[in-house]
């Protein structure tokens, strides 16, 4: 009884002491559901988005350039289809058989293999290792034959830039190829858009537009794993191809820019002499820019590297040379704007001209007797423009090249190896060289030796804005939408009346015909040194101006031998110049040739100047036509 | 005379079968089909392994609760200080021999089943105490030798246990002992006294941790501190059970789970599988399947007759509820990692195997309800 009593008590107190734990584990299961509720409801999203954080992936791929077309259109850098050989490691049952195999099938080279067992050591199972950058067609129809011996392997098709006009027109495109790291941080857009295996520009405009070439990343969505391993696709954001860039070059043009160089050192440069549109720029020789966009080999690279002519120098930009007797029409210019001269003036060559003891020598060592300036300019009489220097002085001739754009870069904002050159004056000569300016360098100055640095660009320029009667234009080479053509320019220069009048150069324009009409005479006179490249075709007529720079000065027994260009060395010949427009009646285009150590400029330039003003005279018509710039400008 | 001292009780099989408890039953296996179903997801939606050892394991442990259930309360009470006996000497031998994994020494390789005797303690200690209060007379229940020897028998166990090193199973076998000494009637002020005392010493006790649980302890203060490291587990459980959402990401689609984030995913994270696959509006259910048991054994040990078997529902309720309450803190964020796995959902035989004896020996006390125990 007693035991059942103390029974009796004890359950009481179990079941009193269970209740209070009851509600405690009420309350402890109540803050579970509450913990729950505010983790999958309340933040429910945050939750969602770290978890597709987890398990999303992206995949850059690399963007699809924009292409670059020609004036016509024509595309100059265009994308091609590659194919190329990759392997998935982790599919691979006998990888060192498979490489074997490979090799044999495709003749690798034990270094390249090398290469490719070092590669894959550095790469996660899963992850393509590219074994072949490009096959040819013939490489990748074996693989595909061999395919089902060959597990893990994965022919695959990209896209590569392509240059199909080859080195024509490297030196204005530049190139494509792997960045490096200073690519790589000097260009945000780049930081943003890289992908290994992305090319970008290295050179000229590919460097220069990247941004608008460069185009916006394929992104391929995965699902992966803890570990990174891709498990499924779950999208494929197809990115956008850069922008079509249309430059104002014509491909004839150049390819025959190229012809006319071949196996010399020089440049051509072609210029509208209205809208300032780049015709044709080419630097001889050049290089294949094809070969830059799978690395090129060492080889190749220094045979290029080590030529003599110097491919890698961009010679229209980056050249700079004493414009030797084509600054007489800017000298000329200057002493008639300066009402030095009028085109009576007369001086009498002797052949050589005596200064404070120094003696100054026309090229001409008999001299030319009495010249007036058309006489002058048309048989590049250097006692002549000795004199009119003379009594110019240095600074007043500086201030006319400077108008006419010497001493500035031409393109700079589209080439970043361009020169600026240089036009010397007095200042210049303390401030640079710390010494004063001595009377015989404004002479020699005069006939563009000395300290006078110009590249053909300039030159171009130069003569097409004597040529457009004096007017500044600005030189370009990219079209733009509701850009004016070549003829409303043209008018628009002419009327005078417009609403943004064009910047003149000249204080009286007669001054600038004076100029031009005695070019005329270089070339389309008798005694002109440029006479024999003359077309009498008034529709080829054409006006220009040789020049022949000294690359070393003259000694006194060189001169006394008189040697012919064949017998002096190839480092020590002159450089051949020529500065043109045409046709002379409706001008419409200049130009600018130079041969380096060519010899002289009507026997190695000027010939040059008349196969090429037929063409582009000839192309005129066409490219008139040819105006509707929105369609090319996407 | 005779009858009280026969194991076998007077009913008969069939008297038993009818007094089986089949909402608890209906409840255990409704627990047993989700779990089998959850451990499918885990394998990614295929039957292997994990799957079909857990499905076999919760067939035999389940036929084998059932047996348990047939046997008269009375035998269980006779068998309960051999049964802890057997156990701390398990204990004993698992610290010399047993099988080392990742720096811990718990599990016994006994070929079919790789046993670990700590889990068994867990259900060892209620048996072992319910005996142990069901004798004391209650005049003696707050004398000091009775309080003493009550914790020399839970503590025992609890050191063999942290010398392992396992605080997760300490901390349940401690938990599940001293509700015993709460129910059983000994002075609240008592442990009010040593709550208090407890909480003074945290700190050394803490200064007393592994490296590796201090680690825990850190991490779970701050689980951003070691993203990659030591948080890693509890970041990827939350992200788990958030993204769920109210109704679930679906069967088998548990990104989370199947794309290997998420750490031990079999045992100790099993739920936050589940949460992520089923949600707000899943965990709810679970839960609610969890209380429903708990509250039917609750109610089981409120008629039964003998103190033993009401000691031993009420402190295996209890337990059963620390289990949850500590496995769900751990891996909803609000409890440090500490080891403990979730009654029947996860992976593990002895987990397994302790808490079917438990549903086995409440099922007995069930049946046996007017069974009186002198």
């Avoid at chain 1, 490489?139 to 024509?168: A, C, H, Q, W």
């Avoid at chain 1, 295996?197 to 608008?212: A, P, Q, S």
């Amino acid at each position: 009884m007693i035991k059942k009593n103390l029974g009796i008590r004890k359950s009481d107190i179990i079941n009193r002491r269970m209740f209070i734990i009851g509600v405690a584990k009420l309350i402890v299961f109540g803050g579970l559901i509450a913990r729950l509720f505010s983790l999958q409801i309340n933040e429910n999203k945050k939750y969602l988005t770290l978890s597709d954080k987890n398990r999303i992936r992206e995949w850059k791929l690399p963007p699809t350039r924009g292409n670059i077309v020609d004036y016509f259109g024509n595309t100059v850098a265009g994308n091609l289809k590659v194919y190329q050989l990759h392997v998935i490691p982790e599919q691979v049952e006998n990888f060192a058989y498979l490489i074997a195999r490979l090799q044999t099938i495709l003749q690798l080279s034990n270094k390249r293999v090398e290469k490719i067992k070092k590669k894959k050591s550095q790469l996660k199972p899963w992850e393509s290792l590219i074994v072949s950058e490009n096959l040819s067609w013939s490489e990748f129809l074996k693989i595909n034959n061999y395919l089902y011996e060959l597990v893990g392997v994965k022919p695959v098709m990209t896209i590569s830039r392509d240059y199909p006009f080859d080195d024509i027109y490297t030196h204005v495109l530049g190139y494509v190829s792997q960045p490096n790291e200073e690519d790589i941080l000097a260009n945000e857009v780049i930081q943003e858009k890289f992908v290994p295996g992305i090319k970008i520009g290295k050179l000229g405009l590919e460097k220069t537009l990247e941004n608008d070439l460069i185009g916006v990343n394929d992104i391929q969505r995965y699902e992966v794993n803890a570990y990174g391993k891709r498990i499924n696709q779950l999208e494929y954001q197809k990115g956008k191809q850069g922008s079509k860039i249309r430059i104002t070059l014509d491909t004839e043009v150049q390819k025959l820019s190229a012809k006319l160089l071949e196996g010399k050192a020089g440049s051509i440069s072609v210029m509208d002499i209205y809208t300032g549109e780049v015709i044709a720029m080419y630097s001889s020789p050049s290089y294949n820019p094809n070969s830059f966009l799978f690395g090129i080999s060492q080889d190749e690279w220094q045979l290029i590297r080590n030529n003599p002519l110097k491919p890698l120098i961009n010679k229209t930009l980056s050249g700079l040379y004493s414009p030797g007797s084509t600054i007489k029409p800017i000298v000329a210019l200057s002493a008639l704007e300066n009402n030095i001269i009028d085109p009576k003036f007369k001086v009498h060559c002797k052949g050589k001209m005596e200064l404070h003891g120094q003696t100054f020598h026309c090229w001409k060592e008999k001299g030319h007797g009495f010249m007036s300036l058309r006489n002058a300019m048309k048989q590049s009489c250097d006692t002549y423009f000795y004199e009119i220097a003379r009594l110019l002085g240095v600074d007043r001739l500086k201030k006319t090249a400077d108008k006419f754009g010497l001493g500035k870069k031409v393109l700079g904002e589209y080439f970043e190896n361009e020169k600026s050159g240089q036009f010397p004056d007095t200042k210049w000569k303390i401030n640079n060289l710390g010494r004063g300016w001595v009377l015989g360098e404004t002479l020699i100055t005069g006939i563009g030796q000395g300290y006078t640095q110009t590249t053909p660009i300039q030159l171009c320029l130069m003569t097409a804005q004597i040529a457009n009667g004096g007017y500044k234009i600005t030189p370009k080479v990219l079209t733009y939408d509701n850009q004016l053509i070549s003829e409303q320019v043209k008018r628009a220069m002419l009327s005078n009346n417009n609403d943004k009048p064009f910047e003149k150069l000249f204080k009286e324009q007669k001054n600038i015909k004076i100029v031009q009409d005695s070019m005329f005479g270089s070339t389309n006179e008798l005694r002109g040194t440029s006479y024999k490249s003359r077309i009498d075709d008034p529709k080829y007529q054409f006006a220009g101006k040789t020049g022949t720079a000294q690359v070393k000065r003259i000694s006194k027994r060189e001169r006394e031998l008189d040697l012919k260009t064949s017998q002096i060395p190839y480092e020590e010949r002159d450089h051949a110049l020529y500065v043109a427009f045409g046709p002379y009646k409706n001008p419409r285009y200049s130009l600018s040739i130079i041969v380096e150590h060519g010899g002289s400029g009507s026997s190695a330039a000027a010939p040059i100047a008349t196969k090429l003003f037929k063409l582009i005279i000839d192309r005129h018509e066409l490219r008139k036509q040819v105006f509707d710039f929105k369609e090319f400008n996407i | 005379m005779f009858q009280y001292t026969r194991i076998n009780s007077d009913l008969n099989f069939f008297q038993k079968l009818k007094n089986l408890d089949y909402v608890l039953l209906v409840c255990i296996i409704l627990l047993s089909i989700t779990s089998a179903l959850v451990m499918y997801s885990t394998d990614g939606g295929e039957f292997l392994y994990h799957t079909k050892s857990h499905a076999t394991k919760l067939l035999v442990f389940f036929i084998m609760m059932l047996m348990i259930s047939f046997f008269n309360i009375k035998f269980w009470h006779h068998l309960s200080y051999f049964f802890y006996f057997t156990t701390i000497l398990l204990l004993i031998y698992v610290s010399i021999f047993g099988i080392k994994v990742s720096g811990s020494q718990r599990w016994i390789d006994l070929y079919y089943i790789v046993l670990q005797p700590s889990e068994l303690m867990k259900i060892a200690v209620i048996l072992c105490l319910a005996k142990y209060y069901h004798r004391v007379n209650v005049e003696k229940i707050n004398s000091f030798i009775s309080i003493f020897l009550a914790l020399t028998l839970i503590f025992t166990p609890v050191i063999l246990v942290l010398a392992q090193p396992d605080l997760g199973t300490s901390i349940l076998i401690v938990s599940s002992g001293l509700i015993i000494l709460w129910l059983g009637g000994v002075k609240i002020k008592y442990f009010f006294v040593s709550f208090v005392t407890f909480l003074i010493s945290l700190p050394f006790v803490i200064s007393f941790l592994q490296p590796y649980q201090k680690l825990r302890i850190l991490t779970f203060l701050n689980p951003d501190r070691d993203p990659l490291g030591a948080g890693y587990q509890i970041i990827q459980s939350k992200i788990a059970i958030g993204s769920g959402g109210f109704f679930g990401k679906g069967f088998l689609q548990g990104t989370q789970s199947y794309l290997d984030f998420l750490p031990e995913k079999h045992t100790d994270f099993i739920f936050t599988l589940f949460s992520e696959e089923f949600g707000f509006i899943g965990s709810i259910l679970l839960l609610f399947l969890y209380t429903i048991i708990i509250i039917r054994i609750v109610s089981i040990g409120t008629f039964v007759k003998s103190i033993f078997a009401k000691l031993f529902c009420f402190g295996f309720a209890f337990a059963i509820f620390v289990y949850i309450t500590v496995n769900l803190s751990m891996v909803l964020g609000l409890l440090p990692i500490v080891g403990s796995p979730l009654p029947i959902m996860s992976y593990g035989g002895s987990s397994m195997l302790a808490t079917m004896i438990g549903f086995g020996i409440v099922m007995s006390a069930k049946i046996h309800s007017n069974q009186t125990i002198i």
